[in-house]
């Protein structure tokens, strides 16, 4: 690659996917590359992306996007973790935070010492020694620098998927990124290598491109539908199949946090805005109908409806490979990984990340680079799986279709995790994997699943010092949360101006 023959990339599709990785080409890339995105505006986009993960920030940082600015111009608010209610039975509750639980001694890791104390009777709740828990339950939100004793509150955050993309596109088209506004009626093929060659639009016009990027959605245009590459079917997992959105006004709670909240065969997510909160109910269609899934959840919402509910359909899943010839798939046009936890725009990034990483300078050598690249994907996309399909089978409700999640047969790769921390609360990360050691140790035991013994590292504690050690802990953090500014509060203080109290 040289300045003399800049890279072409074509991105087919717009959205957060599309407008993603036009910004990331742009800001990277820079005059190595020419970048044209197609999009129509006839072609809506799902847009359930609106709560993230912590791994954001590696977006807004590398894009050196202002946070203000993009608190403002996408409602943003902020995310300390995730509530799971019900999932245990009727009136349970934890929170899947993205702060670290507790504090070690030594070398002894602080589950291994709660586990201990616990079969001694002086342990509180898990999550009671964790400050994002503490801040979270309290509506409490600050990104001030902690005490020496209290970490800082890890977090991330909820926001407007569409005004995202408009920032991004704004963003990208700054730097130079091209929009072709139409629909795309073809994809041309090079008869002898079978690499794509352009994309045939409405209104006889063609794009040319040297690198293609597809970020059509569920239809996967290009990678699915051209290419041939199969899907991966991963509902016998994963065995929602259909989801319901709509937005309500905001309610009074605001909330620094998103809820996933158990239904009757699946879950609703509450996740609140600067102007209105976002509601959806992912259900399995086999054990509830689409009628009572409405019902259920326009039941449920704790404010006023702003619109009718918009159903999607869903096979949970992916692409078998994700690059193939020259063309890699992003977002919905890779596969759908419902949004329990929140990962969808991660696995945008991520993508990215690793394709800019192997990318070689030039493209008729790049058969190491796709089969390195879609190996460290098909993992990612696995140990994500993973993680979502353990709150499925690690649930304690009543009902036929909680009843099939508890007895479905798992992976190998999560059937060992379970087995290995029944054991002795122990974890070990593979691969890189997202999920660290805490996030299980959080969602394990707050869906009961609770170790049999503990690491003899945690006996060399003397057991008296062990409920004091935990009670100043415990205390430490909420009182550290108390004093930290509402939720409400906070939001309006970044934004520099009230945040409205009802829509």
Known sequence: ????????????????????????????????????????????????????????????????????????????????????????????????SFGYTGRGVGLIPFRQLWLRAHSLGVAGEF????????????????????????????????????????????????????????????????????????????????????????????????LGKTLGVPYLDWSQWLPCDSALAVPCESSDAFRPYTQALSRKAGWQWRIPLQHRTGNGHVYCSRFVSDDEAASILLASLDGTPLADAR?????????????????IALGLAAGFMEPLESTSIHLVQSALARLLNLLPGDLSRTASARDTFNRLSAIEWARVRDFITLHYFANRREGPFWEHCRNMELPDTLREKIELFREAGLFMREEDELFLDDSWGQVMIGQGIMPESWSPLADNVPGEDLGPFLDSLAKSYRVRAESLPTHREFVASVVGDRVKERQ
């Open 1 to 96: 690659m040289s300045q003399s023959s800049p890279l072409e990339i074509v991105i087919a599709g717009g959205g957060s996917a599309g407008w993603i990785a036009a910004a990331t080409f742009a800001r990277f890339l820079g005059d190595c590359a020419l970048i044209t995105l197609v999009e129509s505006d006839e072609i809506g986009t799902v847009g359930v992306g609106e709560a993230t993960i912590p791994q954001i920030h590696n977006l807004i940082i590398g894009l050196g996007l202002d946070q203000a600015e993009f608190v403002r111009s996408t409602n943003a608010t902020f995310k300390l973790g995730i509530e799971f209610a019900d999932w245990m039975g009727e009136g349970s509750s934890y929170i899947h």
């Open 127 to 222: 999550g009671g020694y964790n400050f994002n828990i503490a801040a979270a339950r309290l509506g409490r939100m600050s990104n001030k620098a902690a005490t020496n004793t209290v970490p800082e509150l890890s977090y991330a955050y909820h926001f407007d998927a569409s005004l995202f993309a408009r920032m991004l596109r704004g963003y990208a088209e700054e730097r130079g990124v091209r929009r072709v506004e139409g629909l795309i009626e073809g994809v041309e093929r090079a008869g002898e290598s079978g690499d794509i060659t352009a994309l045939a639009l409405s209104g006889e016009r063609r794009v040319a491109g040297s690198l293609f990027i597809d970020c059509t959605g569920f239809r996967s245009l290009m």
């Open 311 to 327: 159903p999607i359909k869903f096979t949970s899943g992916r692409r078998e490979i994700f690059w193939s010839h020259n063309c």
